[in-house]
């Protein structure tokens, strides 16, 4: 349900988590990020694309995460396609959101609360340079 900073990287991504009847877990204040992720959809600018990523079979929430920060560490990465998509559009912005659902038989369904370290305001992903 938080907000993570990829580490080492300013790549961040909304982390939205369901329990196992489907219903979003509620971050530690009682609030549902999905509010949180569709004001970001709302800003001025808003993003210029949405990607949602979600695991397969056999994740817990540390699972999802260890698995997300290496995907988005990937795809900033590869600063070619980063370029590309800055050059089809200069404002490229996009805006990732990470699914979590309990798949592990007695995995660790703990939702992280805020690090300072690693979790804060969502920004976009790495821009070409």
Same mark, same amino acid.
């Given at each position: 349900? &938080? %907000?993570?900073?990829? #580490?080492g990287?300013?790549? *961040?991504?909304?982390?939205l988590?369901? !329990?196992? !009847?489907?219903?979003?877990? +509620?971050?530690? !204040?009682g609030?549902?990020?999905?509010?949180?992720?569709?004001?970001?959809?709302?800003?001025? &600018? &808003? $993003?210029? @694309?949405v990607?949602?990523? =979600?695991?397969g079979w056999?994740?817990d929430?540390?699972a999802?995460?260890?698995?997300? !920060?290496?995907?988005?560490?990937a795809?900033?990465?590869?600063?070619g396609?980063?370029a590309?998509?800055?050059?089809?559009d200069?404002?490229? +912005?996009?805006?990732?959101?990470?699914l979590?659902? #309990? =798949?592990?038989?007695?995995? @660790?369904?703990? %939702? #992280?609360? *805020?690090? #300072?370290?690693?979790?804060? *305001? &969502? *920004? $976009?992903?790495?821009?070409?340079?």
């Open positions: 349900m &938080p %907000i993570r900073t990829v #580490p990287q300013e790549a *961040r991504y909304f982390l988590c369901f !329990d196992k !009847d489907g219903l979003e877990q +509620r971050e530690h !204040d609030t549902l990020l999905s509010g949180q992720v569709l004001q970001a959809v709302k800003s001025h &600018p &808003p $993003p210029t @694309d990607i949602i990523i =979600s695991h056999m994740g929430v540390d999802a995460i260890a698995q997300y !920060d290496r995907w988005i560490a795809f900033t990465a590869v600063h396609d980063a590309a998509a800055t050059q089809r200069p404002n490229f +912005r996009p805006l990732v959101v990470g979590h659902w #309990p =798949s592990l038989p007695w995995g @660790d369904e703990t %939702i #992280p609360k *805020r690090d #300072p370290c690693s979790w804060g *305001r &969502p *920004r $976009p992903m790495g821009r070409a340079k």
